[in-house]
């Protein structure tokens, strides 16, 4: 079936400190993977891609691990500030335009 | 640059109307996508659009339609509206058409049926 699934659905952190949120996808020949960040109200923001060549990406304080053998995927945020505070959905690029979307993971930062 | 907009913001119908939502892609964009995300749920993929034409559409029933223009914008119709169909709807765009084509998020029509 097509599931892409977090396996912790809240994650609170202290200001400062290195995030991780993790993801499971179950499509192994997907080959195209995003992570949003949805505020409250607002629709979701591209944070990072990463495509199935590679292992990991680097962004401005945030990296995206692949690892394709365990189908899984992390999103890693260092430095957690109090604006980082959303819900994160990683999702998986299926066939016809469709994207696949986890359930979400709610990080709170505690200034 | 302007990104993808969407509106009425929200929108309250009654059981049994229809609901037409509109969204206008990033400049230069050609793919439209819309997802329903109801709440407590994920985003659920409803439609996609390129060039005038609808490519693919996910497990909805035929009640929920969209076309695109020729400017790219698009609009969604919900006929025959439910209790269900409350939920945000949202619209993405891309450059292109192919599966690795990054696709931008609007703010969303938040839909209420009463």
């Known amino acids: 079936g097509e599931s892409v699934g977090l396996h912790l659905p809240t994650l609170s952190v202290q200001e400062g400190d290195n995030s991780i949120i993790n993801c499971a996808y179950s499509n192994s020949a997907s080959d195209y993977f995003i992570w949003y960040k949805q505020e409250s109200g607002k629709g979701p923001q591209f944070i990072i891609d990463?495509?199935?060549?590679?292992d990991k990406r680097q962004g401005q304080r945030v990296t995206v691990l692949l690892n394709k053998t365990v189908k899984h995927l992390s999103l890693q945020i260092a430095a957690t500030q109090p604006g980082d505070s959303a819900v994160y959905f990683c999702a998986e690029a299926y066939q016809g335009g469709k994207l696949i979307f986890g359930q979400g993971t709610e990080l709170s930062v505690k200034p | 640059e302007a990104g993808v907009t969407q509106s009425p913001t929200h929108l309250i119908k009654t059981r049994g109307q229809q609901a037409t939502l509109r969204c206008s892609p990033i400049?230069?964009?050609?793919?439209v996508y819309w997802y329903q995300q109801a709440l407590g749920l994920g985003l659920q993929f409803l439609l996609w659009y390129d060039e005038g034409e609808e490519r693919n559409r996910g497990n909805f029933p035929p009640r929920f339609s969209g076309r695109q223009f020729p400017n790219y914008s698009s609009e969604l119709n919900v006929n025959a509206l439910l209790l269900g169909d409350s939920a945000l709807y949202l619209c993405a765009s891309s450059l292109g058409q192919g599966s690795q084509e990054t696709q931008y998020f609007g703010p969303g029509t938040r839909l209420l049926v009463l």
């Open positions: 400049s230069g964009h050609t793919s």
């Open positions: 990463i495509r199935s060549n590679m």
